[in-house]
DNA sequence: CGCACAGTTGACGCACATCAACCTGGGTGG
DNA sequence: CCACCCAGGTTGATGTGCGTCAACTGTGCG
């Protein structure tokens, strides 16, 4: 069974393509994590850089009284720690949604900013400008949209960047995410997520099955979330 | 009637000097906002970036619903659109909660990135890696903590930002934002901000009177908001 | 077979929103 | 100098979106 619209390595092919002035030729070491295990802990103090090849990891923090929340969710082509190496301390954690493959970078290549290559200084930067700006959505929607909106919201966004890996066709991709992660996403209950996802599901904007979500008609559900793809400067 | 501790010119001679190293010599001319007036617009192209130099600005998003949203709050030595310079267009729009001045910075100097001063590169590196923590740090709030932890926190964190630049001692200093602006920084109605302002008071942290806010006992406030100031990175 | 974990369902509670007054002080015009 | 206005702040009554608790189902796996 195939378990996405085009295979895992040949989106690895694509992205390094895709993204050839890159980041990608910094890649030193490739290694292997588990689903639901931690690629890098709050307070760590990083030597190297993650980029993801495969799979999906999130950031996250947890508080004292016990809660989490996610602050991102990256896709292939992202890094999972470039604002930790870059500052030299993690204040987030970082932990793998779905068995995971990533490219190790030196923490040096990345340190050393301004005297590196202009291509890769140019790609980082607008690395961490994409992630401020998606972090900043998030922020919105915590504040100013219901449990609807916001579901519907992740999806559309998550959907939008997984389209120019090829990861997401026809408005079908992989959700590598469990509800409990969802919640941890859109700073919801378990129990509500569950509901929120019933619910839009019985009105037929999308459809969920063996990890594959379809969004059965796009315009319809971004009108919903109220989605405005220009933050996330996609070409 | 003073309003600040030290007076406004001493912060400013204060702010060139500890970033001495920095974006102030980039000023090229200085320009004043009315309380409440816009200093940038959503979907504007900027051809200028705005270093504050006195009051306090916001950046904000107004969604479809009418909602709007506060994602950081400027203080100054801080650059107002900084993401939207270098991204080229503002995703965001920035507005004055008092009267401010504002240096302007030619975009050219920041857009030219790679190609500058290394230390004007270094330092507006950090402040975008801080803007980004800071927004996370917002996120993680919405989700995980209560409007009492959550304006606990945030008037933690803007004690902590301002004291170095010498604009809080002994936890006094001036609040510039109404409940209307307080709301759209937490996420609450305004009613609930009111609301939230009185029990913390009642119960002795803080102080209010006439725009100086005062927090009575400093690491009490800390430890109800779960304050660990780490990721801000201050001296 | 039994355990663990993701998903699901119902009953109930609460933190917050909403609506609607009303108060207050500073500014403005007659 | 008073009459008025208006923005910011305050208060009470009521509503609701979402959280919490608790139980049950299905499924993959040792």
Chains 1, 2 share one sequence.
Request: proline share 4%.
């Amino acid at each position: 069974m195939r378990d996405s619209p085009i295979s895992k390595t040949e989106t690895r092919t694509w992205l390094s393509h895709v993204d050839a002035e890159s980041i990608f030729s910094a890649v030193v070491r490739e290694k292997t994590f588990q689903a639901r295990s931690d690629v890098l802990r709050q307070k760590d103090v990083p030597d190297v850089a993650h980029l993801l090849l495969e799979g999906n990891t999130f950031r996250y923090k947890i508080l004292g009284n016990g809660r989490r929340q996610i602050t991102a969710v990256l896709v292939p082509g992202d890094v999972c720690d470039l604002e930790a190496v870059m500052r030299g301390q993690a204040d987030y954690s970082v932990g793998a949604a779905t068995t995971c493959v990533l490219g190790e970078i030196p923490a040096a290549r990345i340190t050393n900013f301004t005297k590196i290559d202009p291509l890769l200084a140019k790609n980082i930067l607008s690395k961490l400008l994409r992630d401020e700006a998606i972090c900043r959505e998030w922020l919105v929607g915590m504040g100013c949209r219901s449990a609807l909106q916001r579901l519907a919201h992740f999806l559309c966004e998550f959907r939008t960047r997984l389209e120019p890996l090829g990861m997401a066709q026809n408005g079908e991709f992989q959700l590598g995410f469990t509800q409990v992660d969802m919640a941890a996403i859109l700073g919801l209950s378990i129990v509500h997520v569950n509901r929120t996802m019933q619910e839009i599901r019985r009105s037929g904007l999308i459809a969920f099955s063996a990890g594959t979500l379809t969004i059965l008609d796009i315009p319809a559900l971004e009108a919903v979330a109220g989605f405005d793809p220009a933050y996330l400067r996609m070409p």
